[in-house]
């Protein structure tokens, strides 16, 4: 293993343990932002294709038969045990969650959901909310590797949800726009968020 990957900080890099919530819409690049956490500091990465695919693969989602919302009970059952894993993590681990969230009560109820987890842990709870110009998630929504983790790769369907409210950020949220932003510059910004008193 290089001494980059999956490894745990080392003390210069020690930081306390933190419940990162990365939040915005499919192609801005969240799971690009939560490997590169994963790789600075460690923490384990939660993305919402580790909830979704348990269901959409086997369930055939996409290929014909199968609606979004003919999954949603089972994917609120994958995440409660997700959640329960991540309760039972070593108390030194850190987290990181990401998510594309329309404007719902329910969308709103598993942020504070999250938020309470990390209480729980004894964590910090760090809300990144991620935007990018239309035109920007457009051409990212194709890249290659999108598809081999059932993501969305669909122009016409990402136009679809761009026209769907998202969820406004909470107060405490670091907003970050990645039109033109690096991974690198993001990440640095979210640490320094994090460790913020």
């Known amino acids: 293993m290089s001494s980059s990957a999956h490894e745990d900080p080392g003390p210069g890099n020690a930081m306390a343990p933190t419940v990162f919530l990365l939040v915005g819409p499919p192609a801005v690049g969240k799971l690009r932002l939560a490997r590169e956490l994963e790789r600075r500091i460690g ?9 979704n695919n348990a269901v959409f693969v086997p369930m055939g989602l996409g290929r014909g038969g199968v609606a979004l919302a003919d999954t949603d009970a089972l994917r609120a ?10 309760l039972a993590a070593p108390a030194p ?60 790769t669909d122009p016409a369907i990402l136009r679809e949800l761009l026209e769907v409210p998202a969820m406004p950020a909470p107060a405490d949220a ?24």
Not at 43 to 51: R, T
Not at 77 to 86: G, N, P, Q, S
Not at 105 to 129: D, Q
Request: no cysteine; charged share 25%; hydrophobic share 45%.
């Open 93 to 152: 681990r850190s987290h990181v969650f990401t998510n594309w969230l329309p404007e719902d009560p329910e969308n709103a109820a598993h942020v504070e959901r999250l938020r309470t987890l990390a209480r729980r842990r004894g964590a910090r709870f760090v809300p990144v909310w991620l935007t990018a110009t239309p035109e920007a998630l457009l051409r990212r929504v194709d890249a290659p590797g999108r598809a081999e983790r059932s993501k969305l």
């Open 43 to 51: 923490a384990i990465v939660v993305d919402n294709h580790l909830v």
């Open 174 to 197: 670091l907003g970050l726009d990645l039109t033109t932003l690096t991974p690198d510059g993001a990440v640095t910004r979210i640490l320094e968020a994090a460790t913020a008193d």
């Open 77 to 86: 059952r994958v995440l409660d045990v997700v959640l329960e894993a991540t």
